[in-house]
């Protein structure tokens, strides 16, 4: 039988023996292996007993620092136009109603107009009202002409309402919007003011851009409550509960569990644990990508370095040596903390698992498996 040959970082190490080895049982995930003592020095296969793990051990996941849905908004363009003046930078403070930009609008003309005449038929409707009341009320005209103008008066009112409202919707002030139906000057502009205060996170406005209506111009964000974006193993999510306490690794913020996906990521089976960021927030920045703890808890799992862990497909294996060889073990990784890890798995305590040269036993294993589904 020819020899096979795999890589362990920069070194290459042949194991013919280790293909040519008879499996003593092919249960799955338990398929157990011979392993002849003078090969485990050659192979650099080393092992360690299995212990506890201690109270102190963190678990330790990625996250990314979010803004708050609800401390965002996005400014966006009510009418299509052309920009002349942006009057912010970004990330400059501004506070609400704060001038951001003016717009030049062909189609504010027309709204101006719309309201003048919209505002001088209901002056007309009301007097007509009026006078058609008075007539009835003095035995002169019938009640027919009065429910007619009363009724032209409220379609002349909606009429005003409503063009009012497309002029506070298009970001025109209502004092302004007020001296315009009043008869006053026209204006050939709108300038658009903060809708909150915060910081402006994000500015794609240019002066001489030619916009459409609703597109975006400008972001502002209240920096003021962040949240975290956790990504945890789906076996792990469970004990990520709702009023959890984590902590940022090399800050002094720590954060609560909110809320946990429903959904697993298919790719990475890793479920996201959104966390609310409480006190010392300055630390951190949106969009960062931070480390948060959750402590261990005793008795939770077995403590084993992280290159005792193998991996086939989704599931993880460590190698338990026994009187022959060794038996590829099915564990659920806990939690992860730096060159630590902490497993969950039907262990008794004391077991020797192997620490070191485990690529040669995953591939040894790997066989074992190929040849018990033949």
């Known amino acids: 039988m020819k020899p096979v040959f795999f890589q362990t970082g920069s070194v290459c190490v042949a194991f013919a023996a280790l293909s040519a080895l008879l499996p003593v049982a092919a249960a799955e995930p338990s398929i157990k292996f011979k392993v002849a003592e003078k ?18 051990t963190p678990a330790s996941f990625p996250a990314q620092v979010i803004l708050s849905p609800d401390r965002e908004q996005v400014v966006s363009s009510p009418l299509a136009g052309l920009i002349v003046q942006v009057l912010v930078q970004l990330n400059q403070p501004v506070r609400q109603g704060t001038a951001l930009l003016r717009i030049v609008a062909p189609e504010l003309g027309q709204q101006q107009l719309q309201l003048m005449q919209a505002a001088s038929r209901l002056a007309l409707a009301r007097q007509t009202a009026n006078r058609e009341q008075a007539l009835w009320d003095a035995g002169i005209i019938p009640q027919r002409r009065v429910q007619e103008s009363q009724a032209a008066m409220k379609e002349a009112e909606a009429t005003f309402a409503q063009t009012r409202a497309s002029l506070r919707l298009s970001g025109m002030p209502d004092a302004t919007i007020a001296r315009v139906a009043a008869g006053g000057k026209l204006e050939d502009s709108i ?35 962040l949240s975290l974006d956790i990504l945890v193993p789906a076996a792990e999510a469970g004990r990520w509960k709702p009023g959890a306490k984590v902590k940022v ?46 402590p261990g808890t005793a008795g939770a799992g077995w403590e084993l370095p992280l290159g005792a862990v193998a991996h086939d497909g989704a599931q993880t294996y460590v190698f338990v040596k026994n009187a022959d060889g060794f ?48």
């Open 39 to 56: 090969q485990l020095q050659a192979l650099g296969i080393q092992v360690a007993p299995i212990a506890r793990a201690g109270e102190s």
């Open 327 to 374: 038996e590829a073990r099915s564990v659920t990784v806990a939690a992860s903390a730096g060159q630590k890890v902490t497993v969950q798995g039907a262990f008794n305590g004391g077991e020797q698992v192997a620490i070191g040269g485990v690529v040669a036993l995953k591939g040894a294993w790997l066989e074992e498996k190929a040849k018990g589904s033949k």
């Open 191 to 225: 300038t658009l003011a903060a809708p909150r205060s915060g910081v402006v996170t994000r500015l794609d406005a240019k002066p001489g851009q030619r916009i459409e209506p609703a597109a975006a111009l400008l972001q502002i964000a209240e920096t003021d409550k």
């Open 249 to 294: 690794q090399g800050r002094d913020a720590r954060a609560r569990v909110v809320s946990s996906s429903a959904v697993v990521a298919p790719g990475s089976q890793t479920v996201s644990i959104r966390a609310a960021v409480e006190g010392a927030m300055g630390s951190l920045r949106a969009g960062e990508s931070v480390a948060v703890e959750m």
